[in-house]
């Protein structure tokens, strides 16, 4: 996917001079950096990565399986009353789009993807907040195209 600037990193060192993963806010209002910690499980929360990366995974994931593996991974397997989940995705908004997002101590991501046409939207924090409102705003613009400069 030319995803060039992701990886997995078995230590904060291999991280980069100079890495920020997140900043803390003092009683003074000032931010601060964060020490740089490392997912001990690194499938679940070990990406390092850039938000062009992450697009690029966004639009491209389905080129990585076979076609009819990658129907299965955005179509419910769960049954009624359970939260909509393809084979690694988690499914919303009836099933119309893709999502994978992430909350660690010092950072907040959410990926959605528009699977009728391969949209994806990103939303990026650097410190651990609520993402619905913006992720929200971002929807409504596929929507409704007098949001689309939300």
Request: include cysteine; charged fraction near 15%; charge should be positive.
């Amino acid at each position: 996917l030319g995803m060039r600037d992701s990886r997995f990193p078995a230590r904060s060192q291999d991280i980069g001079p100079g890495a920020v993963s997140g900043y803390a806010v003092t009683a003074t209002g000032d931010f601060v950096p964060v020490p740089t910690r490392i997912c001990t499980i690194q499938a679940l929360g070990g990406l390092w990565s850039t938000p062009a990366d992450l697009i690029r995974l966004g639009t491209g994931w389905a080129s990585l399986i076979p076609a009819p593996l990658a129907r299965q991974a955005v179509t419910r397997q769960t049954g009624p009353g359970s939260h909509s989940v393809g084979l690694g995705w988690l499914l919303a908004r009836g099933g119309e789009t893709a999502v994978f997002a992430g909350v660690a101590a010092d950072s907040a991501a959410i990926v959605h993807i528009r699977l009728s046409d391969g949209r994806t939207h990103l939303v990026l924090t650097s410190r651990p907040i609520s993402l619905e409102s913006v992720d929200g705003r971002l929807l409504r613009s596929w929507t409704n195209p007098h949001h689309e400069n939300d």
